[in-house]
């Protein structure tokens, strides 16, 4: 065939526009003109026309799918009334199509979860220490290494003082002298007794029992030897003395702590004080103790931030009669709170209860004193806890799937219904706390109006495309860039977080690390806020105490009471996790993944060992949105 003939021609034409083709779908980006072809391009008679919700710029005349992102294209109805430019209109058929789901806002009582961890400590009220009552030789130890069981009563500590025998021979005299003073007169009688009672208060003062007394009053001459027995019952936690040291009044010999009763002391962030309130109930799991679950309230907020940690300690008082809880042990507890129209924990349990103000363990019924301190108790009220307000003071809550955020911006799309079919108008609103799949709402919204809960990303993209009001463009106009998944700034994170990352572990710290990672990485993709905790305490429970290991340590230690909190979290721990990989430190085959709409467009990294891309910022939302940058095998990076 001549390259100058017409056939030729026509042919390295066809040749040429093919290229051309597959070069711009290949490079096409936010910035690209709008994709039509003769096929494809829309009419201007078309009522209808599809759209991507993450490529607004893509327009075509029938149903498919998104030749960037692959994604479901969405109906957009076409509408020349620009009488409100924050509503949409759809007519039935169109919503349908988007399916578009909607609820209708309602007050009610608002419940949400909080995620603790801590460990189990001693109860400090039931630790008792023993000492010398007066100065001497310890001739002989009894309970002679910290962990015996000793029961009030039991032989401790046999003392060697020449000063019992000074104090004997009073007590020995004065008795006999009582003894023989029933003939007496009574002044002398009573003065006689008073000398013996004194006599036997200086020995009981000194630690000695009144079998011991007895003893002491009924022999014909003193001795220098005592014996000191356990005041309680308990465990010796500390032995502070050896046999044969010389010890002075107070010198402290053992600590003994009783079991039958012991502190659960968890840590609290600032972020989840207000969640938290006297009385509540916690349910909390040890590690040492599987398939058990134990439960108690809490008893005590501690009044003061650790300026260290930014925690603050609760405390629960649990009974420990069968001694399954020791101390040390790690527990983890989960709190149900219920939220008033400000998002503060109230507790309707604790209504017309009466508590000690000094030990509010103690909760009564009816009015009376402490069990422990005797003092007054008052009601429940006076110490900040309240019971549920008024119905019409109830919190006006919203599904959390039907919210758009981006930054301090919360979005939400009201529905109405007309003759020629659905509009929704676009509203700011302002939210309170979030309770599990809900937000309070402090303002913005009425109750018994009906907000979109899917499908809202669609009518979104749909207001971008019309250039109104939107939640990426809130004043409307031109549109923002669509669903970027080329480089732009975020080509290469990691050089510019090397610099802030210091690592000095073990590889194999990293390669275990792995494991609880892609768990961790697999169930945020599933919205599975249980499984990704329990992913990240294992973290968490790896690398505390190592040393280098802070930088993977310290995401663990965040507010984790919401699946966002550990998309954060995650977030961190995938930046180190990269740099590992990337300085060859991780043995196994992985593929860093990008999805440059996490956190509101900021975009971000994590990594994963198949190539099916599985998000874990979005979860089921949008769960195959990412583009897998590199891969390392063996810590060596491929493109």
């Given at each position: ?17 093919v ?7 290949k490079?096409?980006g936010?910035?690209?003109?709008v ?13 209808t ?10 327009k ?30 759809l ?17 009610h009582?608002?419940?949400t ?28 130890l009894y ?6 069981r000793?029961h009030?009563?039991d032989?401790?500590?046999e003392l060697y003082?020449p ?10 005299q ?6 023989n003073?029933?003939?007496d ?7 006689v ?27 014909d ?5 005592v014996?000191?027995?356990?005041p ?8 502070d ?24 002391v968890?840590?609290?962030?600032e ?17 040492g103790?599987?398939?058990v ?17 930014r925690t603050?300690?609760?405390r ?18 989960m ?5 008033d129209?400000?998002g ?23 009015a ?6 005797g ?5 429940a009220d ?12 109830l919190?006006l ?6 919210v758009?955020?981006?930054g301090?911006r919360a979005?939400?799309?009201i ?5 020629d079919?659905l ?6 609103i ?14 913005g ?11 809202n990303f669609?009518?979104?993209s ?6 109104k009001?939107?939640m ?46 892609l768990?961790?990485q ?6 599975d806020?249980?499984a990704?905790?329990?992913?990240l ?16 340590m ?6 984790v009471?919401?699946?966002d909190h ?12 990269r ?6 430190l ?15 467009f900021?975009?971000a990294?994590w990594?994963?060992t198949g ?16 583009e897998?940058?590199?891969?390392w ?7």
């Amino acid at each position: 065939m001549k390259y100058n003939s017409k056939p030729a021609r026509i042919f390295y034409a066809l040749i040429t526009v093919v290229i051309v083709f597959i070069i711009g779908f290949k490079l096409g980006g936010p910035d690209e003109p709008v994709i039509e072809t003769p096929e494809t391009s829309v009419s201007p008679a078309s009522s209808t026309i599809w759209t991507c919700s993450m490529h607004p710029q893509i327009k075509l005349p029938k149903p498919g799918q998104c030749p960037i992102c692959f994604m479901d294209l969405i109906p957009v109805v076409r509408s020349d009334d620009n009488d409100n430019p924050r509503q949409l209109k759809l007519s039935a058929a169109a919503a349908e199509l988007a399916e578009v789901e909607t609820t209708t806002i309602r007050r009610h009582a608002v419940e949400t979860r909080v995620s603790l961890s801590g460990k189990v400590e001693y109860d400090e009220t039931l630790i008792s220490r023993i000492a010398a009552w007066i100065p001497g030789r310890l001739e002989r130890l009894y309970v002679d290494y910290t962990g015996i069981r000793v029961h009030k009563g039991d032989h401790l500590v046999e003392l060697y003082s020449p000063e019992l025998i000074t104090a004997q021979e009073e007590l020995i005299q004065a008795y006999h002298q009582f003894q023989n003073s029933n003939g007496d007169s009574r002044p002398r009688h009573e003065t006689v007794e008073k000398t013996w009672m004194a006599a036997r208060d200086k020995f009981r003062l000194l630690g000695l029992n009144d079998t011991q007394i007895e003893k002491i009053e009924k022999q014909d001459a003193p001795t220098d030897h005592v014996t000191i027995y356990s005041p309680s019952s308990g465990f010796v936690i500390h032995k502070d003395a050896v046999e044969g040291m010389y010890v002075s009044t107070g010198t402290p010999i053992y600590t003994i702590a009783d079991l039958r009763r012991v502190w659960i002391v968890l840590d609290a962030y600032e972020s989840q004080i207000s969640l938290l309130n006297f009385g509540q109930e916690v349910k909390f799991t040890a590690e040492g103790i599987p398939g058990v679950e134990f439960a108690g309230r809490i008893a005590y907020i501690d009044p003061m931030v650790n300026e260290k940690t930014r925690t603050v300690n609760v405390r629960l008082n649990i009974a420990n009669d069968d001694g399954l809880l020791k101390p040390g042990m790690f527990v983890r507890a989960m709190v149900s709170s219920v939220l008033d129209v400000k998002g503060n924990a109230i507790n309707p349990a604790m209504a017309d209860k009466w508590v000690c103000p000094m030990h509010p363990e103690v909760i009564q019924d009816l009015a009376g004193i402490c069990t422990i301190c005797g003092m007054d108790l008052v009601q429940a009220d006076r110490l900040g806890i309240v019971n549920l307000p008024d119905p019409e003071q109830l919190p006006l809550t919203i599904p959390a799937s039907a919210v758009l955020k981006t930054g301090k911006r919360a979005v939400v799309y009201i529905r109405t219904s007309t003759p020629d079919g659905l509009v929704f108008e676009g509203r700011e609103i302002v939210l309170s706390s979030r309770a599990g799949d809900d937000y309070i709402v402090e303002s913005g919204l009425a109750e018994g109006e009906v907000v979109v809960t899917r499908g809202n990303f669609k009518i979104d993209s749909a207001m971008q495309i019309s250039a109104k009001p939107s939640m990426m463009n809130p004043e409307g106009g031109s549109m923002p860039p669509g669903h970027q998944h080329g480089p732009g700034d975020m080509k290469t994170k990691l050089s510019a977080l090397a610099s802030n990352i210091h690592l000095d572990v073990s590889p194999d710290l990293l390669n275990s690390v792995m494991n609880p990672y892609l768990k961790l990485q697999m169930a945020l993709s599933k919205d599975d806020f249980d499984a990704a905790y329990s992913a990240l305490m294992e973290i968490h429970r790896l690398t505390m105490g190592v040393k280098g290991a802070e930088a993977i340590m310290e995401p663990t230690m965040k507010p984790v009471d919401t699946i966002d909190h550990l998309r954060h979290s995650f977030e961190d721990i995938s930046n180190v996790l990269r740099y590992a990989a990337e300085q060859k430190l991780i043995s196994m085959e992985v593929n860093e993944v990008f999805c440059p709409m996490a956190f509101d467009f900021k975009g971000a990294y994590w990594i994963q060992t198949g190539k099916e891309i599985n998000n874990p910022y979005f979860g089921k939302k949008m769960l195959r949105c990412g583009e897998i940058r590199r891969q390392w095998n063996s810590g060596k990076a491929s493109k």
